[in-house]
């Protein structure tokens, strides 16, 4: 299948800080990528849906202003978490789509927020 | 909210096939079923997908009930390797234009020596 990179895998931060995860699509164009959340012993949650060149869609629930998300290219989109506090430490994990339609996930981040 | 029940765990034993059932009784007509598994601590991995007809391909089996209200993933020689969490989930097909894949609690699959 194909490939969808992320980095970094592993991050520490203290409180306050923001953050910047990169999402890649390494072998194909992904016109449009998702990006999720999970938390230990959870499911995946969908955080929202963003299209290359166009304003990321959000789930009910979750905060535009918070998780600033970027799709600039069609093989590159970044979730920034803004201001990241302790409730913010988790697993996320984008997810890249095709024009043929199929999907593919990255192998995740994780977030530890001091 | 998922559209997919699945029992939370199941075991099996190494060199079994292992069938993982999945309900998904208010599925529309143009929804397929995916199936994807994540290994602990990793993204997701896809497996197999169908819309109506059974599909097999080198990972599985999947076996889609003539109503389509329900579908069986069937791993044929189950290894310890394939120990992980499965999820079945319905999306609305088309290319790019598809539905968003929404996952549900999955079936904890522990695979036994």
């Known amino acids: 299948g194909a490939v969808v990179s992320q980095h970094p895998s592993r991050v520490i931060c203290k409180s306050g800080t923001s953050v910047k995860i990169e999402c890649r699509s390494l072998?194909?164009?992904?016109?449009?990528m998702f990006w999720y959340r999970q938390f230990p012993k959870q499911s995946l949650m969908l955080m929202a849906t963003?299209?290359?060149?166009?304003?990321?869609?959000?789930e009910q629930g979750v905060e535009k202003d918070k998780f600033l998300i970027n799709h600039a290219s069609l093989t590159l989109s970044t979730l920034t978490v803004t201001s990241a506090h302790p409730e913010d430490s988790s697993f996320y994990i984008c997810?890249?789509?095709?024009?043929?339609?199929?999907?593919?996930f990255g192998p995740g981040t994780r977030l530890t927020v001091l | 909210d998922a559209k997919t029940t699945q029992p939370p765990s199941m075991d099996c034993a190494e060199g079994r096939a292992a069938n993982l059932p999945c309900n998904h009784s208010?599925?529309?007509?143009?929804?397929?079923v995916y199936w994807y598994r994540q290994i602990h601590s990793q993204g997701p991995q896809y497996i197999i997908h169908?819309?109506?007809n059974n599909e097999t391909n080198e990972m599985a089996s999947l076996i889609i009930t003539e109503d389509r209200k329900s579908s069986t993933l069937i791993l044929p020689h189950a290894t310890l390797r394939d120990t992980a969490v499965y999820y079945c989930?319905?999306?609305?097909?088309?290319?790019?234009?598809?539905?968003?894949?929404?996952f549900g609690q999955g079936t904890e699959l522990s695979v036994k020596p």
């Open positions: 963003s299209n290359e060149g166009s304003k990321a869609t959000y």
């Open positions: 072998d194909f164009q992904a016109t449009t």
């Open positions: 208010t599925i529309s007509g143009n929804e397929y």
């Open positions: 997810s890249a789509r095709g024009v043929s339609g199929e999907q593919f």
């Open positions: 989930i319905v999306r609305v097909a088309g290319g790019n234009q598809g539905g968003k894949l929404i």
């Open positions: 169908g819309l109506k």
